[in-house]
C-alpha cells in the first residue's frame, strides 16, 4: 500500500473513532435530557418504552396526560351498567389499561345491576354523601336529563364527545354531561323454526298468534320496557294496545326469559323482544328473527356518566373517554351487539345492531319527560294489561 493510501487509512479510522466517540457522549447527554441523539423526544423511559397509544396524539397527550398521571395514583375506579356483561368489561379493562399506558395493577371495579337496582344505588349515595361510584350508565334517558340538570353529574367535556355531534342533535345525551356507550332496540322477535311470520308494521302483531301464546315484558316492573312504552305511546294510541291485551300475552321479568320461551314454544312472538339476544342465542343454533316496524323502533340509550363527588375522578374521566373511543365501541358492538352512537361507527353486526343512523327511531325530547310522565305512562299501562 502507498505511503499516501496509508495515511489515508489512519486518518479515515482515527476520524471514524472521534466521531463514534462524539456519538457516544451525544447520546449519553441525550439521555439524560430526554431526547434523541438526533434531538427527538424519548418516547418513554426505560428501554423499550413507547407512547401509549390513547396518548399518542399531540393534542390528546396534553388534554389526557395529567389524567393519566392522576388515575396513576388513584389505582382503580367504580364502575356500575346494566347491559356489559363482566367478561365484556374484562376485556375493556385490559384495553383500557393498555391504552393509557396504565400500570398492571389499576383495578376497574365492576358492578352489574338492573336499572331500578342501579338508580335506586345511586340515589342513596348521592343522598347519603357517600359516594363510592365514580361512573355509570343505564337505559333511563329521563332521568339522566334529571340528575344533570340537579347538579348530580360532572361536567366533562370528553375529548370523544366530538365523534358523537348526530347523538347529541337528536336528544340522546347532554353534551357535557353524558353520552351513550351502547343502546338497545326493542323490536318484534319470533322463533322463525316455530313460526311462519313476515311483519312490516306494528300492527301486523295484532291477531298474528293465539291468545296466550304472545310474550311481552311487564313494564311496570322495568325502567327500559316503560321508557320504551312511553315512546311507543308517541306512534301508537291507547286502543293498540288494548288489542294486544287481548292476547293475552306472558309478562317476562328478564330478556333471558323472553328467549326461553319463544325458544321452548311456550310464546310464538314476542312484543319486545332484543335484536343483540338474538345474535346471542342464534350462535347456538337458534333460528330467532326480529324485524324494525316501518312507524319506528324505540331505541333505549346506555347513558353513561360520572357522579359530581366520584372518589376517583382522573381515572372516571379516563374510563368514559376510552368506552366512547373507536376502540371501546368496537369491544361493545362486537360482545354486546349494541347500537353505538359515534359518528361513521361500521356496526359488525348491522341486522342485530343497526347504527342510529340506518333504522327508524322513534323521536322524543327525554329532557321535557318528567317523573310524573313516566308513572303516568305506568298506570295507563297497568290499567290496560293488569299484570
Given amino acids: 500500500m502507498s505511503p499516501s493510501r496509508q495515511r489515508e487509512t489512519v486518518h479515515g479510522a482515527m476520524g471514524r473513532r472521534m466521531w463514534e466517540e462524539r456519538m457516544i457522549s451525544r447520546r449519553q447527554v441525550a439521555g439524560f435530557l430526554g431526547v434523541t441523539a438526533l434531538g427527538m423526544p424519548l418516547v418513554g423511559r426505560g428501554a423499550g418504552a413507547q407512547t401509549p397509544p390513547g396518548l399518542a396524539d399531540p393534542v390528546s397527550r396534553e388534554a389526557l396526560q395529567p389524567l393519566v398521571e392522576g388515575a396513576k395514583k388513584e389505582g382503580s375506579l367504580t364502575y356500575w351498567d346494566t347491559i356489559i356483561q363482566p367478561d365484556s368489561n374484562d376485556e375493556l379493562a385490559a384495553a383500557f389499561r393498555k391504552h393509557y399506558g396504565l400500570p398492571g395493577s389499576f383495578r376497574v371495579n365492576y358492578s352489574v345491576a338492573g336499572s331500578l337496582a342501579l338508580i335506586t344505588r345511586v340515589e342513596q349515595e348521592i343522598s347519603a354523601n357517600r359516594v363510592t361510584i365514580d361512573v355509570a350508565a343505564v337505559g333511563t334517558p329521563s332521568w339522566c336529563f334529571q340528575k344533570a340538570q340537579e347538579g348530580a353529574f360532572l361536567a366533562y367535556d370528553a375529548p370523544e364527545y366530538a365523534h358523537y355531534g348526530r347523538s347529541f342533535d337528536m336528544g340522546l345525551g347532554l353534551r357535557p354531561y353524558f353520552a351513550f356507550n351502547g343502546a338497545y332496540i326493542f323490536t318484534p322477535m319470533w322463533n322463525a323454526d316455530a313460526l311462519k311470520f313476515n311483519g312490516r308494521s306494528w300492527q301486523d302483531l295484532i291477531g298474528s298468534v293465539p291468545a296466550g301464546r304472545f310474550g311481552y315484558s311487564d313494564v311496570s316492573q322495568s325502567a327500559a320496557h316503560l321508557a320504551a312504552y312511553t315512546m311507543m305511546r308517541r306512534i301508537l294510541p291507547a286502543e293498540y294496545f288494548r288489542k294486544i291485551a287481548e292476547m293475552k300475552p306472558f309478562f317476562a321479568n328478564r330478556s333471558q ?119 303516568k305512562a305506568k298506570q295507563e299501562w297497568i290499567s290496560i294489561f293488569n299484570p
Avoid at 320461551?261 to 310464546?267: A, E
Avoid at 338474538?278 to 326480529?290: D, E, P, T
Avoid at 368496537?330 to 345492531?353: M, Q, V
Wanted: hydrophobic share 40%.
Fill in 257 to 375: 326469559q323472553v328467549t326461553d320461551r319463544l325458544i321452548s314454544g311456550q310464546d310464538l312472538i314476542n312484543f319486545a323482544g332484543q335484536p343483540n339476544r338474538a345474535w346471542q342465542y342464534n350462535q347456538k343454533g337458534v333460528n330467532l328473527k326480529v324485524y324494525y316496524p316501518e312507524e319506528g323502533v324505540p331505541l333505549i340509550p346506555q347513558q353513561m356518566f360520572i357522579l359530581k363527588a366520584a372518589p376517583h375522578p382522573n381515572a372516571a374521566k379516563l374510563w368514559l373517554n376510552f368506552v366512547l373511543s373507536e376502540e371501546g365501541q368496537s369491544i361493545i358492538a362486537k360482545r354486546e351487539i349494541l347500537s353505538s352512537g359515534r359518528d361513521g361507527f361500521a356496526s359488525p353486526y348491522p341486522e342485530y345492531a343497526p347504527p342510529i343512523d340506518q333504522v327508524k327511531v322513534i323521536p322524543i325530547d327525554w329532557k321535557s319527560v318528567s317523573a310524573a310522565d313516566l308513572d
